[in-house]
């Protein structure tokens, strides 16, 4: 099946660094969404997007929709021990339809 | 508010066994999805519900699966029989019906070994 290419596969960072990670794909989607994974959980959502170029915040989180609407990215300023996890982009054609995931994105951070 | 509950959280079993895995979405949820997670695919859908009915089971890799969901509260992914590379962490989400793609809530997950 279809999948998201994101980049980067891991990243290993030092507490209050930020941090960057994107998302890519050969086709248009209208909905992106971010989610984070703990070991032995289900995905969670950070953010969710609607409209190409908008640009949202959750907390430490900033997620921008791409203006082709193939892409995306999520930025967290300051990071923390506790955002260690694995990031997943998601994107979604109309219609609640089901979620194409990128491959994720592990994060370690490094007190 | 209760998430969206899966059961059971593991499921060691010998291959050629029947699985079944359950789900709650949650209460309101008129979508439910199920995933499969695994390390060299990542997520993938296998088959999704709207109002109980299956709409896609494209994902569904053959006959050995099948989905039902007999009400609004409640879906089964049924594997039989299970062989080893059934392996995998499967995963139930649920979302609701809006005047725009609404966002998926994801259970903890079914670690399922098969050996």
């Known amino acids: 099946g279809q999948q998201l290419n994101q980049s980067p596969q891991s990243m290993f960072i030092q507490e209050g660094e930020d941090v960057s990670m994107n998302c890519t794909s050969s086709s248009i989607f209208n909905t992106w969404l971010w989610y984070k994974q703990d070991p032995g959980e289900g995905p969670v959502l950070l953010i969710a997007?609607?409209?190409?170029?908008e640009l949202t915040s959750n907390g430490r989180l900033t997620a921008q929709f791409g203006t082709t609407r193939k892409d995306s990215f999520l930025n967290i300023s300051a990071s923390i021990p506790s955002d260690v996890g694995i990031y997943f982009c998601a994107g979604q054609k109309p219609g609640n339809t089901p979620l194409v995931f990128g491959k994720g994105t592990r994060l370690s951070v490094i007190a | 508010d209760a998430g969206v509950i899966q059961s059971p959280r593991h499921e060691v079993t010998e291959m050629g066994q029947e699985v079944t895995l359950r789900c709650k979405p949650i209460s309101g949820h008129d979508y439910l999805f199920w995933y499969r997670q695994t390390m060299m695919r990542g997520l993938e859908l296998l088959i999704y519900f709207n109002n109980n009915v299956p709409i896609d089971d494209s994902g569904m890799p053959e006959d050995r699966f099948s989905a039902k969901m007999p009400n609004a509260s409640f879906s089964t992914l049924k594997i039989q029989p299970s062989e080893p590379r059934d392996s995998a962490v499967y995963f139930c989400?649920?979302?609701?019906?809006?005047?725009?793609?609404?966002?998926?809530?994801f259970g903890d997950g079914t670690r399922l070994s098969i050996l």
């Open positions: 997007l609607y409209k190409a170029g």
């Open positions: 989400a649920s979302s609701a019906t809006g005047n725009r793609n609404q966002p998926q809530h």
